[in-house]
């Protein structure tokens, strides 16, 4: 398996095939087109809203917005991206969502637009890492939010969480 810096470009740039190769995401739930830059205390990323998306048929009828959820499931795809370049062994890790709070949305993303996300790594130690992150579109913010996401070891969350059905 590659490292996470052997799947970066020679802009330091990593596109949605090496994403899906770090995080446990497949096209059809991936939020993040391509990471812009990332390093030990923050990542860019970027999720060109598709016109063709089919949350946009239903949301809202009319007048199409993309779900708020939704950015903020981009925001954590981009924190897990930051917080798997963070610890050693990503690849034996389940990166999960912990806690969102503060999320605010300031501005509607219509379809045609691309959302930056900019994570910024506040603190983290072996059982997760608390992050601030927002999303602008043109420059102009249209949501943030804190998290904080759980770092487990993968086989025996899987493990447990199966037993427990």
Do not use: C, W
């Not at 062994?89 to 999960?96: A, I, N, P, R």
């Not at 605010?104 to 045609?112: D, V």
């Amino acid at each position: 398996m590659a490292t996470i810096d052997e799947l970066k470009n020679s802009k330091g740039e990593i596109d949605a095939a090496g994403i899906m190769q770090i995080i446990p995401y497949n096209e059809h739930f991936l939020m993040i087109d391509r990471v812009i830059s990332v390093d030990k205390d923050k990542i860019v990323a970027e999720k060109f809203a598709d016109p063709q998306a089919d949350f946009f048929k239903g949301h809202f009828a009319g007048f199409p917005i993309m779900p708020g959820a939704l950015i903020v499931e981009g925001m954590g795809q981009a924190g897990t991206l930051l917080v798997r370049y963070t610890i050693e062994g990503h690849e034996k890790k389940d990166v999960l969502a912990y806690k969102i709070s503060e999320a605010k949305f300031s501005a509607p993303t219509f379809p045609g637009d691309t959302l930056r996300y900019e994570i910024k790594l506040l603190g983290k130690d072996d059982r997760g890492a608390l992050l601030a992150a927002t999303a602008t579109v043109k420059g102009k913010p249209v949501a943030e939010a804190r998290m904080m996401l759980a770092v487990v070891e993968k086989e025996s969350f899987r493990a447990k969480s199966l037993l427990g059905r």
